[in-house]
């Protein structure tokens, strides 16, 4: 058995139910605050959100018994992610049982460097209290860079109301504050994953 | 200084020599007075300043300690961000924000699940 992160076993050997049961003492608070950043999340829908990923890795748990600790927090929020927006789609479902990751940790944005964390948390207050569709829009465009095409077929808009909603999410985050951080003039319309990328990559 | 029609005289702020202004006014509540004196000190140099006071910034124009404390190392020139990248950050700060859930219920929860889990499979094993 290795000893991982703040003592956590990587390997599930031994009973399966322990050792489920420390990976959520490990890894539940980090895949709560997840899911709580997802588009009008409350505190109750996390919670449930939190069990459902528990429960899928307890189905998936030979699948996920060599992955390291931060694997299987990432594949955790992947389950998360991909169960909520699938919550979302206009037309048919998503594939909810998601694959192990490489990267479990993506590198932080050297925005953190320049900008106040203060300013920051207002960011997101703003973001918090924006309709439903444009926290939507805005999740899936710019935290899991889908195209715009692929937002607007998912939320069964069109790609103008897409575009009409990431601009007045922007001129609302400019709003608030442009006087601290500098904005881009232009923001680029499309990017990110090609079609055939996986969706739903945890970030 | 001018004088007014009941001909007391009147004086513009500007034309006092030294801040505090008002030591002349007829005012017997010294500490009250000394108490608006730090506060508009206060709200002078927040309109002078572009950034929020540090705590040590804050305790020098009160007084509290006699040397200012030296300049906050100057933030890094700023490129310009994308919206996306302002979310993101956003968001990520947001995740370091403690949270909001009780452990011990969510191991109690889950431990239900499972339990009801194992239940089943035996049930369907019976069967």
């Known amino acids: 058995m290795t000893a991982g992160t703040d003592g956590y076993e990587e ?31 409350n505190h109750y829908q996390a919670q449930d959100l939190v069990q459902t990923a528990f429960e899928e890795a307890w189905r998936q748990r030979d699948r996920l018994r060599k992955s390291s ?7 955790l929020k992947t389950v998360v992610v991909r169960r909520e927006i699938d919550r979302w789609r206009a037309t048919g479902t998503c594939d909810l049982v998601a694959e192990i990751p490489e990267q479990p940790s993506p590198a932080r944005d050297p925005i ?5 964390r203060e300013v920051l948390r207002r960011c997101w207050e703003e973001m918090r209290v924006m309709p439903e569709v444009r926290q939507r829009v805005a999740f899936l465009r710019w935290a899991l860079e889908w195209k715009t095409a692929e937002v ?6 069109t790609a103008a109301t897409v575009r009409w909603h990431l601009k007045q999410a922007r001129d609302r985050l400019v709003e608030a504050v442009g006087a ?4 881009l003039e232009e923001e680029a319309d499309d990017g990110g994953f090609g079609p055939d990328a996986p969706r739903g990559r945890a970030t | ?9 009147e004086q513009k702020l500007s034309e006092f020599p030294s801040w505090p202004p008002f030591r002349n006014v007829n005012v017997q509540d010294l500490v009250a007075l000394e108490e608006i004196e730090l506060y508009a000190n206060v709200i002078i ?25 030296p300049t906050p190392k100057p933030r890094l020139k700023q490129e310009p961000f994308s919206a996306a990248q302002v979310y993101r950050a956003a968001r990520d700060e947001s995740e370091r924000q403690p949270p909001d859930f009780d452990i011990q219920e ?21 069967d």
Do not use: C
């Not at chain 1, 953190?112 to 106040?116: K, N, Q, R």
């Not at chain 2, 140099?45 to 404390?69: N, Q, W």
């Open chain 2, 106 to 126: 969510g191991v109690a929860r889950f431990s239900s699940w499972l339990s009801q889990q194992d239940t089943n499979s035996r049930t369907e094993s019976a």
């Open chain 1, 11 to 41: 390997t599930l050997d031994g009973d399966d139910e322990q050792q489920i049961i420390q990976l959520y003492h490990h890894a539940s608070q980090e895949v709560f605050k997840y899911a709580f950043t997802l588009p009008n999340m």
């Open chain 1, 152 to 157: 607007a077929d998912h939320l069964g808009i």
């Open chain 1, 69 to 75: 600790l931060g694997q299987k927090k990432a594949w």
């Open chain 1, 180 to 183: 601290e951080v500098s904005f």
């Open chain 1, 112 to 116: 953190h460097e320049v900008v106040h």
């Open chain 2, 1 to 9: 200084m001018n004088q007014n029609a009941t001909g007391h005289a």
């Open chain 2, 45 to 69: 140099a927040a309109r002078e300043s572009r950034e929020p006071f540090t705590r040590g910034e804050l305790d020098y124009i009160l007084g509290v300690i006699s040397e200012r404390p």
